[in-house]
């Protein structure tokens, strides 16, 4: 793999010198990695009698994925990580009919989910060595894996009853689904330090470090503890009013049950008006549906609906909140040689004991403290459930094509679903102001000093969904065994506010690009594909005694992913404004406010080196999407990588062992396609988050000044290296 300003020789310097210098093996750049899933699928079934049946099921996963977050950056294998996700689950169901007319259902579950992110080498710091050239190496135990443990269990109740009287069955139940979590994420608990050359590196000479953690110093003071129960009760009528339509009206009503408390912060009660401790405690949603069936004739058959639906459990949000009270724990804290002492000698005495992993630590853990100005996550206290309206409309028909000889029984879908937000999720800053207007009418704000920002989530009603679907499918029974074919075309038009969820707020904030952060625009949303064609092709036949022999193949055909053109640079704060984690260039964020693409040469609104804006125009003439958008500020996801194939494989052969035992043996292709030709069924991806710099950019008498990225993210798609490999499976399936 290419690094953009990254050579071979960088990399082994480097690795020479974390050897010779510092003493610890930093491993090489790409080296190959082996991952591990194992799964287990125990179920029982009991045919108690004829009225009364249960079923008992366990569920095993379990596996190791390595991982490096930065594609754009030179990791060395020290500084990649593993996940081990670990999920076990139980669950009981028992079904009963106690009458002709009356039945019910009752399940138990219980899902205990393990998730540890390890570095590769746990026994250093973090390293980063930022090149003259732009690029970048990193090395030693990742910054975000120093502490990063998450355990998720969730208990499950469901019980639900069936009536049938007359034309009407009545549906009821009540759910209860209980999440307990206790995560601990402590980034830069071991320090990162950051170099501005490979000589600084070999001379132990760090321009800065970074170190967060707990500010107590003890890890159990930081961890985000607390439980989450939703309840529902529900109830339907379904009405059969004619020998062809069916009629469903229900209501849904959920309500949150969350009372462990967030950590008081006063200072941002001070700040905001109202406090940070706010949960998802008491918060509830009622939910409106229906839904119909028409068999308009023996052939054609209309069915659709309409409703309320919630958006989920929001763990993600709610534990953000416990953990990012600004109290209980520093993110990341920055220190430099140029403070001075006390700071200079603690810094001095930390390098000096460089690798160690508590180099850092030992030295600088006395200066984290629940400071005033802290970053806060918190939830607004009018924030309500997520929920959204649906409607759906479809049409299934069976066509006779016998008149041109493709013959009878084949099976047409036409379906739309249309969504509209009605409570959807958003997020704003609230320490900033707006102090001035950049050229093109967007706001600069106030300049926020690092780590000191209140990150609030609350409520959108912007955004909606159409997604169109058709369908066909046929089966052939001929003497030569069952052939089954589908083609399909799927349309989607998805716009939202925000198409990033992430672990914690700022990333939420600020990797979603905007013309003004902190007032998101409705635009694409980076999961939309707008076109997707699906087509498959099997076979089976008993070849040898009553062992069935079965060929799968499937072609996905998609649009590319959304992407966004953006600003880097600007100095510190950005050009317009803001803190240096949503705004300025770094690794993981390659700036978050939209490109004012220029209208040409002469705009009024830009200036800069001319050299620079002459390949920049020739840049934006040569290219499609930036060129529409000529004299405007480009829309998020404007632009698209390009069209991806792929196609799968799987062969099926059963062998009977004995009456009644077979196994069948399960060998799978994905990306068939790949292992043919290496430059087939390759994904062309712009790594997340999915932003990319054509220009840094400055504000100077009210015009913009551009000159070259200093982002090393690449500015064209980039080959996503695990998605586009072949991958061969084989597997084996007892049945008795």
Same mark, same amino acid.
């Given at each position: ?38 799964? %287990? ?20 996963? @379990? ?23 670990? /999920? ?48 970048? %190496? ?60 490979? @000589? ?34 529900? %109830? ?21 049950? !969350? ?39 023996? &052939?054609?058959? +209309? ?14 949000? +709610? ?65 309500? /459930? ?44 609230? $320490? ?34 159409? +997604? ?9 029974? #001929? ?7 589908? /083609? ?19 990333? #939420? ?22 076109? $997707? ?55 993981? !964020? ?59 494989? &799987? ?5 009977? %062992? ?23 069924? $390759? ?49 084996? &399936?007892?049945?008795?």
């Amino acid at each position: 793999a290419n690094i953009d300003g990254v050579t071979q020789a960088d990399v082994d310097r480097a690795v020479g010198i974390f050897r010779d210098v510092y003493g610890f093996d930093a491993g090489q750049f790409a080296t190959t990695d082996t991952d591990r899933d194992e799964k %287990i699928l125990l179920k029982l079934d009991w045919n108690i009698n004829d009225n009364h049946r249960a079923s008992a099921t366990y569920q095993r996963a @379990d596996g190791d994925v390595i991982f490096d977050d930065f594609p754009e950056t030179a990791v060395l294998n020290s500084n990649r990580y593993n996940i081990n996700e670990r /999920l076990d689950s139980y669950s009981f169901q028992l079904f009963s009919d106690w009458t002709d007319n009356f039945s019910t259902e009752i399940k138990l579950g219980y899902k205990d989910v393990e998730n540890r992110q390890v570095s590769i080498d746990s026994s250093t710091p973090d390293f980063e060595i930022n090149l003259p050239t732009g690029g970048r %190496i990193a090395a030693g135990g990742d910054r975000f894996r120093h502490n990063n443990t998450l355990d998720n269990s969730s208990r499950i109740f469901r019980f639900k009853a069936d009536y049938t009287s007359g034309d009407h069955t009545f549906t009821g139940g009540f759910e209860q689904e209980k999440n307990s979590v206790k995560n601990v994420f402590l980034p830069f608990s071991r320090g990162q330090m950051v170099f501005f050359s490979l @000589d600084d590196l070999e001379n132990r000479n760090p321009g800065f470090l970074l170190f967060g953690g707990s500010n107590s110093g003890a890890a159990e003071d930081a961890t985000a503890e607390f439980s989450q129960a939703t309840n529902t009760v529900y %109830i339907q009528d379904e009405w059969l009013a004619t020998d062809t339509l069916t009629l469903k009206f229900g209501v849904r009503y959920d309500w949150i049950k !969350n009372n462990d408390p967030v950590p008081l912060n006063t200072n941002f009660a001070d700040r905001n008006g109202f406090d940070n401790t706010e949960n998802m405690d008491g918060k509830d949603l009622f939910m409106p549906r229906f839904g119909f069936n028409w068999e308009a004739t023996d &052939r054609l058959t +209309v069915r659709g609906g309409a409703g309320l639906f919630g958006g989920g459990t929001p763990l993600i949000m +709610v534990s953000n909140s416990y953990a990012g009270n600004g109290v209980t724990r520093t993110f990341a804290g920055f220190f430099a040689p140029f403070f001075g002492d006390p700071i200079l000698t603690s810094f001095n005495n930390a390098v000096a004991n460089l690798p160690n992993p508590d180099a850092v630590s030992n030295e600088f853990q006395q200066y984290l403290s629940a400071s005033p100005t802290a970053d806060v996550d918190a939830i607004h206290p009018d924030t309500e /459930l997520l929920s959204s309206w649906k409607f759906n409309l479809g049409f299934d028909y069976i066509a006779d094509l016998s008149s041109i000889g493709l013959g009878d029984d084949w099976r047409f879908t036409l379906e739309g679903i249309f969504t509209q937000v009605k409570d959807g999720y958003d997020i704003y800053e609230s $320490r900033r102001t707006v102090v001035g207007t950049a050229p093109d009418g967007r706001p600069i704000y106030s300049n926020q000093g690092f780590n000191d920002s209140d990150y609030i989530v609350t409520n959108t009603s912007e955004g909606h969904s159409e +997604v169109i679907s058709f369908d066909v499918a046929k089966d052939f029974d #001929t003497d030569w065994g069952l052939f089954s074919t589908t /083609l399909g075309y799927t349309y989607q038009n998805v716009e939202d506010v925000r198409s990033y969820n992430r672990f914690v707020g700022f990333e #939420t904030y600020a990797f979603d690009p905007q013309r003004d952060l902190n007032d998101a625009d409705l635009s694409t949303s980076r999961f939309e594909v707008p076109n $997707r064609i699906t087509a498959t092709f099997s076979w089976e036949k008993e070849i040898f005694g009553e062992n069935l022999t079965k060929v799968n193949l499937v072609y996905t055909g998609r649009s590319g992913r959304n992407f966004s053109y953006v600003f880097t640079g600007g100095g510190a704060g950005g050009a317009f404004g803001g803190n240096d984690l949503a705004d300025a260039n770094s690794a993981d !964020n390659p700036g978050v406010n939209l490109f004012y693409v220029p209208g040409g040469l002469s705009d009024p609104l830009v200036t800069g080196d001319a050299a620079f804006l002459n390949s920049l125009d020739s840049a934006i003439s040569g290219d499609d999407c930036l060129n529409d958008y000529r004299g405007e500020i480009i829309p998020r996801n404007a632009c698209r990588t390009g069209w991806v194939n792929r196609v799968n494989l &799987r062969l099926q052969q059963e062998v009977e %062992i004995v009456d009644g035992h077979k196994v069948e043996f399960i060998f799978d292709i994905e990306n068939l396609g790949n292992l043919i030709n290496s430059n087939w069924g $390759r994904l062309d991806a712009i790594f997340q988050p999915s932003n990319v710099p054509l220009a840094d950019v400055a504000i100077a008498d009210g015009q913009y000044v551009y000159s070259a990225p200093s982002s090393s993210v690449t500015s064209t798609p980039d080959v996503a290296r695990i998605p586009s490999a072949y991958r061969i499976q084989f597997g084996m &399936r007892y049945r008795f």
